[in-house]
Every structure is written in C-alpha cells, then in structure tokens.
C-alpha cells in the first residue's frame, strides 16, 4: 500500500527542494563607515538569497582584536587594506578570500548649512574652536584627514583645535550635535542616494590622500559557510555596487 | 616603560579625580545631610536621582551630557549666555561630568554616616547651647568621620576610573580630557599592548591599594 502524502506536506517538500542551498547564517564584522550601506546590502541580500547576515559594526582596529582572540566573526568588512592582509597573513582569514569592496571618500562636514564651503575655504579662515577628527592613529579616515591637512599646508594651524573621536561614528556624533562646528568624516555618513542628508559639506579631492580603499576578508570560521559565499558573491554584484555608489563610495 | 604621552595621562587623571572628589565633598554634604535628615515626600525621588548613575550604562550619562552641554542643549544655552563657551571637549567639562558621574559614591556613604549618628548627640549638643554650625563641626563631622573617608577614597577611585563618560565629551585630547582610561583604550585598538599592559597593570595595583588601604583604616565591623 501507498502512503499518500498530504497535499500540505508535499508542497513543503517541493519548496524546500526549490531552495537550492538550505539558508544559513553569517557573522559579518563591518567598519562603521560602512554602516548604512550595509543594512541595506543585508537586508537586499537576505531577498536575493535566503540567506542571512548578521551585523556587528564598529572600528576596525577592535574586530582585528577580537577577532585574533577568538570572535565568532566569518567576516570582515575593514575600513582598510591592512587588516585584512594582516589576518590573512597571520592565518585568521581564508587566503586569497581578499577583495576591494569599497574606496572611501572623504569629507569636511558641518551640521550649520552654508558653513563649510565649496572649496575647503572654511579651513583656512580658521574661525571655528573645534574640528573633529576620526584618531588618525587607529582610523584610516583620520589618518587621511591628516593626510590631506598636510598637503593643504594647513596641519599647524588647526592641529591645537582637534577633538578626536574613536572612530569615524564618534567622529560625526561630535559635529552632528553641534558640538564640533566641523569635522572630517565618510560621504556616506552624510549622503542617501546621491544627497547631502543635513549641513553643508565639501568632498576632500581624492588627490589630496592616499585612497581609503577597504578590503572585505572570508575570515577561517567562515572558510565552509555557504552563507559566507554567498555574500562575497552578493558584494561583487552590481546590485550591491550600486548601492554602495548611492552612499558617497567611489568604486 | 611609559611614555611621555602616558604620563601626562596620569598626570590630568589625578588632576581630575582631585578636583571632583574636593567639589563632591562640598557638595555632597549638604544633599546627603538633608537625605539623611529629611521627612519630605521628595526624598524618594531625590535620593533616586542621586543614585541614577551607579545604574545607567556611563553611554547614556555621556551621550545626554554631551547633548545637554552642546551649543544647541539647555546647559550649553546657559554656559553660553553667561560666557563660558560649551563644556564638551575641555577639562571643566569633564570635572561636571565627573561630579555627576561619582555623586551617589560620596553622597551614600555621608548619608549613611549621618543616619547612624541619630538624633540623641544632636540633642544634647542643643541643650548645651551650641548653635547648628558649631553642632555640625564639632559632633557630626568628627562621629561621620569613616564615612567621609570611605566617600573621599571611592569618589576619587570611581573618578580614576572613569571611561565611557570622557570617552563620549572628552574628544581625547592630549593634557586636556585624554586621561588613562581612555589613553589605555588607544593603545590596545592600536594594537600596543606592551604599553597597554604597563598602564593597565598600573591601575589595576593602583586600585587594589587603594581599597586595601580603605578596608584596614575603615573595617565595616567597627565602623558603628
């Protein structure tokens, strides 16, 4: 005798059988310059795929602590080329996983509108108590606000009026709240579609520093993660190049 | 060893912790008499306002007061008016932020003194004359005398060791708000951890003596 299978039943089946991977989970590490695209990437990614990535963002300087020390990450989407190599070369990360995701831009941010000019002009006026900066020390867009201070010959004169934010969040929270009057932080902090959200900005040419390019590694927990994959595939798409154009990135 | 940087770290958390502890002390007083001393319907909620920072996450504590003390919030609107400029991101910002943030260290331990005293002392100094000042000075303050000490050493030790508040209004800058927490925290997200170590291991003897020191002048058993 046959056993019949319930109509119900047998329509599950079929759709689990549609699926062509079982969807899975993954750990993903993101700078958090990269915070807005992100959630938008994983939230077009978990449509596209079934799949699931589940977000921790923050400086890149500490997901490179915890994760030598262990950190349930399968992922890492740094803020720079560095970290990556390093983990890789230091056998966390899976070799050759490494790709260039993003390339930073950089901009001079007030939350005042028609306080910072198109041209930068504000910077040499000096006429503010305080310019904030991401920790050049542990952020590369810090590091490439100082960068491109030096070549404008403009370093001494506002050194003595930094705040340093921890990273490039903090950073944008001292100018948002008017604490800072201006401050170097990522375009995409401060644009949505192409758009200038707040403020008055000007976008640092790129000529003026060495290029923010952030690199996206498949770190060794994440080395068999169908997930994992399926989201390096996703962050090559032109779908997701798309979005992270939107954001203010070069690419 | 230490770095010149780590060393004027060490210098300005001192700085910090000593300014807050004497205008914690001056302050306190005052509140923790009346908490101590008070009928009111109002203790409640006064003594909970005074112990809402052993509670809240130090983000909280820093991201209204850097909000609040922004040119944009009340107390900025008001430092402004007067002409002090906006607290965030200088030294007197972090002693205000610090006296909130230590408060409830220096107000409970006074209070606690002054409840354990009890009315009987007050009242006999009264018969014999002696006015409220001279019955503060001479009876209260010398009976709630572990209590001061016990608020002295953790109002200056909770203030050493503070980190999200100065992290979030400090904007880490160097002989002004860049103190050892945050100084420590640079060096492990730089990945220096030879010099992290020396200032951690630092803080962490520094602490320990200190309430070592706490526990044998002021034993909980002896202190009635």
Known sequence: ?251 | MLSDTDWSAIRLTFELASVTTLLLLVIGTPIAWWLARTRSAWKGAIGAVVALPIVLPPTVIGFYLLVAMGPNGPVGQLTQSLGLGVLPFTFAGLVVASVFYSLPFVVQPIQNAFEAIGERPLEVAATLRASPFDTFYSVVLPLARPGYLTATVLGFAHTVGEFGVVLMIGGNIPDKTRVVSVQIYDHVEAMEYAQAHWLAAGMVAFSFVVLLVLYTLNPTGRRK
């Open chain 1, 1 to 251: 005798m046959k056993t019949r299978l319930s109509p119900l039943f047998a329509s599950l089946l079929v759709l689990g059988l549609a699926t062509p991977l079982r969807a899975a989970e993954v750990q993903v590490a993101v700078a958090a310059n990269f915070t807005a695209p992100m959630q938008k990437i994983a939230a077009d990614f978990e449509k596209a795929t079934g799949h699931q990535a589940k977000l921790a963002f923050g400086a890149t300087g500490k997901f490179y602590a915890q994760i030598r020390n262990g950190a349930p990450f399968e992922m890492l989407l740094a803020a720079d080329d560095e970290t990556p190599a390093k983990l890789e070369k230091e056998g966390l990360a899976v070799s050759g996983s490494r790709f260039t995701y993003s390339i930073g831009q950089l901009a001079l941010w007030s939350a005042k509108p028609g306080y910072v000019d198109a041209r930068g002009a504000v910077l040499k006026q000096g006429a503010f108590n305080h310019l904030a900066i991401a920790n050049p020390k542990l952020a590369p867009y810090g590091a490439a606000a100082v960068e491109s201070l030096t070549r404008l010959g403009l370093l001494g004169s506002v050194e003595g009026k930094f705040v340093q934010g921890e990273n490039i969040a903090q950073t944008y929270q001292f100018v948002s709240t008017g604490n800072a009057e201006l401050g170097f932080v990522a375009l995409s902090q401060i644009v949505e579609n192409g758009k200038l959200k707040r403020g008055s900005a000007w976008i640092v040419p790129s000529s003026l520093h060495s290029p923010i390019r952030q690199d996206a590694v498949v770190l060794t927990l994440g080395k068999d993660n169908p997930a994992a994959a399926a989201l390096v595939r996703f962050l090559k798409s032109d779908a997701a190049r798309a979005v992270i154009k939107s954001y203010g990135y070069a690419l």
